[in-house]
C-alpha cells in the first residue's frame, strides 16, 4: 500500500521511510548470501548465486531477517512516520541473463523467465494473504523451513506460457 503511504506521508516522509526500509533490508540480504540487484520504487530485487550454492533456505533466511529487523525498528518508524512498513516477497530460482544496456547511461540488466516470474510471485502473495510465494525450483531447495511451506498447486502466471507451481510461506512468527 505504499501509494496510500506516500498520499498519507507525503512525497519526503515517505521517501525517508523507503530509504530507511531499504537501508535496513540490505543488512538480511547480504548476510543471507545475497545481493540487491536494483531497487525499484518502494521494493527492490535480490539475488543469489545458485551455482554458488545458495538454495531456499537463503530467502527462507533473509525474510525471517528481515521481519525481525523491522520489528525490531518498530519503535523507530512509528515514532517517525507513524507506520510501520509490512512487505511480501517473491522467490523464482532458474538461469538469468546478465547484459550491459545503455549508450549514455549503463547499466547491468538481468533478463528472463526467472526475473519475471519472481515478480509475479510478489504479486501473489498480496492476491493470496501471504508474506512470500516461491515456486517449486526454490521449494525444493529449502531445507529447514520445509514444514513451514503451504502448497497452493499450479497457476497460469502472466506472461509466462506454462504453469508455475506455487507455495506460500509466511514469516516465521506465524509458522
Excluded at 79 to 97: L, M, N, Q, S, T
Excluded at 104 to 123: L, P, S, V
Amino acid at each position: 500500500n505504499s501509494s496510500k503511504l506516500v498520499e498519507n506521508l507525503g512525497p519526503e516522509s515517505s521517501n525517508l521511510l523507503f530509504g530507511k526500509f531499504m537501508f535496513d533490508a540490505s543488512g538480511p540480504i547480504v548476510e543471507s548470501g545475497g545481493e540487491i540487484y536494483r531497487y525499484q520504487g518502494d521494493g527492490f530485487v535480490a539475488t543469489w548465486d545458485c551455482d554458488a550454492g545458495a538454495t531456499g533456505d537463503n530467502v527462507v533466511e533473509a525474510m525471517d531477517a528481515l521481519y525481525a529487523v523491522v520489528e525490531r525498528e518498530r519503535p523507530v518508524y512509528e515514532e517517525k512516520f507513524g507506520v510501520c512498513p509490512d512487505f511480501r516477497a517473491g522467490a523464482h530460482a532458474g538461469e538469468i541473463i546478465t547484459c550491459e544496456e545503455g549508450d549514455i547511461r549503463r547499466n547491468i540488466a538481468f533478463y528472463g523467465d526467472t526475473i519475471n516470474i519472481a515478480a509475479r510471485m510478489e504479486t501473489k502473495a498480496k492476491e493470496l494473504g501471504m508474506d512470500c510465494i516461491v515456486t517449486s525450483e526454490v521449494a525444493e531447495s529449502i531445507r529447514g523451513a520445509g514444514h513451514r511451506l503451504k502448497k497452493f498447486g499450479a497457476e497460469q502466471v502472466r506472461g509466462i506460457d506454462r504453469e508455475v507451481k506455487l507455495y506460500g510461506l509466511n514469516r516465521l512468527s506465524d509458522a
